[in-house]
């Protein structure tokens, strides 16, 4: 007899299994959704509070805006100042929000708010225009000492990021020499150190950082050094000189331009509010990733209606599993294969208690009408026509009794299809015939024992989860299923039977 190679059908297998995987994995890593239900992540909501003086007369007010921050994306950001118009411009790269209002007088309040959550990745962007060096200008002596300061980190020093660290070194000293301190006389630090990276011939910039701490009212932003290095603009902590920037640092202004521009007002300021917040993480993925990459696979752009039915429709895989172990593997007889899986389908509606009641109910006042039945000589087609006229009226009983009772029955047995319930008592009334009533419970506890445990797995939070957010994942389970296919070794129940044997053989 010739033999049947089995490596397409592991071949199958192992690209089923290889496929939900990298899908599923792909979907976490592009797209954040969690695979444990309940994950939460933090939030910062922060809020920036203009306040300026209006002259009684036009006002046009223009704050600088985060881009892309580095270590942060924005989920959403809404203006909240009455009376006034609110637009974003975005210009060369830049964003700013403008207010305009015809005409105010008096103290002016405009407010600002922007929810923002963590990214992985800390650094900033890659440039692909390298920019150049800005112009310096220096006054008589200054000019000799910036030279001879430059001069100094450039020996102890061999590249655009050692220099800059020795540059701040010799700033920050608290023994400054002649030429640093000549420098630092009439100027802060961070305008030394900027204007000194470009005179080296290192494009630098002032950006301005907020830190964050959560609850805190009316902050400032602190500034901070970039330079153009390695196709990217690298940042340092002009106070401490330290390279990479901390993860409680926003970098909200980037560049020289001016962060606050009020016409038409006196005594402009500008102040931060923060506060840290938990959120979901499914709901920060859905919202921060719809439409992008592997989100058009999911049924998140579905509307909410269809939503519920696939949530229900995605489960059935795990019960097929169970329903194919049970029989393969441990042998438990059962009144064929869909019933279990659709009863307990029925039970994920309501609790399963009023489940196995309308269930067993309802089957067992039709096995004694189809006993009736059986005694007109009626032809199939038609007997089984009969008995699901009337399992529409014991469900539509069963829900009234069950409404009388204080019982939300109806949804209950209502789910149940007519179809397979009225062919299930006329398999059990011709299984009672021809076996008896004992293989009768033999079978119908074998579907409800099955149904339970389906039931089980299925209502775990975590079934739920990744079935819907990831059903990639039934192709793992489809592979599990082919592979017990397979199996044509004893089963679990039939080792009882086969115990005395096996002791034989010992003795």
């Known amino acids: 007899m010739r033999m049947v190679s089995r490596v397409p059908f592991y071949t199958i297998v192992a690209l089923l299994i290889f496929t939900g995987l990298c899908t599923a994995l792909l979907r976490h890593v592009q797209l954040g959704i969690p695979f444990l239900p309940g994950q939460q992540e933090k939030v910062w909501?922060?809020?920036?509070?203009?306040?300026?003086?209006?002259?009684?007369?036009?006002?046009?007010?223009?704050?600088?805006?985060?881009?892309?921050?580095?270590?942060?994306?924005?989920?959403?950001?809404?203006?909240?100042?009455?009376?006034?118009?609110?637009?974003?411009?975005?210009?060369?790269?830049?964003?700013?929000?403008?207010?305009?209002?015809?005409?105010?007088?008096?103290?002016?309040?405009?407010?600002?708010?922007?929810?923002?959550?963590?990214?992985?990745?800390?650094?900033?962007?890659?440039?692909?225009?390298?920019?150049?060096?800005?112009?310096?200008?220096?006054?008589?002596?200054?000019?000799?000492?910036?030279?001879?300061?430059?001069?100094?980190?450039?020996?102890?020093?061999?590249?655009?990021?050692?220099?800059?660290?020795?540059?701040?070194?010799?700033?920050?000293?608290?023994?400054?020499?002649?030429?640093?301190?000549?420098?630092?006389?009439?100027?802060?630090?961070?305008?030394?150190?900027?204007?000194?990276?470009?005179?080296?011939?290192?494009?630098?910039?002032?950006?301005?950082?907020?830190?964050?701490?959560?609850?805190r009212r009316r902050q400032s932003l602190t500034p901070v050094i970039e330079i153009f290095a390695k196709d990217r603009w690298l940042v340092f902590d002009p106070s401490t000189g330290q390279q990479g920037l901390s993860e409680d640092i926003l970098l909200w202004q980037r560049g020289s331009n001016s962060l606050l521009d009020v016409v038409g007002g006196v005594n402009s300021r500008v102040s931060f509010s923060m506060i840290e917040q938990t959120l979901p993480a499914l709901e920060l993925s859905q919202s921060q990733f719809?439409?992008?990459?592997?989100?058009?696979?999911?049924?998140?752009?579905?509307?909410?209606?269809?939503?519920?039915?696939?949530?229900?429709?995605?489960?059935?895989?795990?019960?097929?599993?169970?329903?194919?172990?049970?029989?393969?593997?441990?042998?438990?007889?059962?009144?064929?294969?869909?019933?279990?899986?659709?009863?307990?389908?029925?039970?994920?509606?309501?609790?399963?208690?009023?489940?196995?009641?309308?269930?067993?109910?309802?089957?067992?006042?039709?096995?004694?009408?189809?006993?009736?039945?059986?005694?007109?000589?009626?032809?199939?087609?038609?007997?089984?026509?009969?008995?699901?006229?009337?399992?529409?009226?014991?469900?539509?009983?069963?829900?009234?009794?069950?409404?009388?009772?204080?019982?939300?029955?109806?949804?209950?047995?209502?789910?149940f299809p007519m179809i397979i319930i009225a062919w299930t008592i006329e398999r059990m009334s011709i299984l009672w015939e021809e076996e008896g009533p004992r293989e009768v419970v033999t079978q119908g506890g074998g579907s409800l024992f099955v149904a339970v445990l389906a039931y089980l797995l299925m209502q775990l939070p975590l079934s739920g989860h990744l079935s819907f957010n990831f059903p990639e994942l039934n192709l793992i389970i489809l592979a599990i299923i082919m592979l017990m296919g397979q199996y044509t070794g004893y089963k679990l129940s039939e080792l009882r039977r086969f115990r005395a044997m096996v002791e034989e053989d010992k003795a």
């Open 45 to 215: 909501l922060i809020e920036a509070r203009v306040d300026f003086n209006s002259q009684n007369a036009p006002v046009l007010a223009s704050l600088d805006l985060p881009d892309n921050p580095p270590g942060y994306a924005i989920l959403n950001e809404v203006a909240a100042s009455p009376g006034y118009g609110f637009s974003i411009i975005e210009n060369d790269g830049r964003r700013r929000g403008e207010w305009s209002k015809n005409t105010t007088s008096g103290a002016q309040t405009l407010y600002y708010k922007a929810q923002l959550i963590r990214s992985k990745d800390l650094d900033t962007d890659l440039v692909d225009v390298m920019p150049t060096p800005q112009a310096v200008f220096w006054d008589g002596p200054e000019a000799t000492a910036a030279e001879y300061v430059i001069e100094m980190a450039q020996n102890k020093s061999s590249s655009p990021e050692s220099f800059t660290r020795e540059l701040m070194r010799l700033l920050l000293n608290p023994e400054p020499g002649q030429n640093t301190g000549l420098l630092l006389a009439n100027q802060s630090p961070v305008i030394v150190m900027d204007k000194l990276l470009n005179q080296a011939g290192i494009p630098a910039r002032i950006s301005m950082g907020l830190q964050l701490e959560d609850a």
């Open 290 to 415: 719809a439409g992008q990459g592997f989100a058009w696979l999911g049924v998140h752009t579905l509307p909410i209606e269809e939503q519920s039915m696939f949530k229900l429709l995605f489960l059935l895989p795990l019960g097929a599993m169970v329903v194919v172990f049970m029989r393969i593997i441990v042998g438990l007889k059962t009144s064929g294969t869909f019933m279990p899986i659709l009863i307990a389908l029925a039970f994920l509606q309501t609790s399963l208690v009023l489940g196995l009641v309308s269930f067993i109910s309802i089957v067992a006042m039709g096995l004694v009408i189809r006993t009736y039945l059986s005694r007109l000589n009626l032809l199939l087609v038609s007997r089984i026509a009969t008995l699901v006229v009337l399992v529409v009226f014991l469900v539509s009983f069963l829900s009234l009794v069950g409404y009388q009772l204080g019982f939300s029955t109806g949804m209950t047995i209502t789910f």
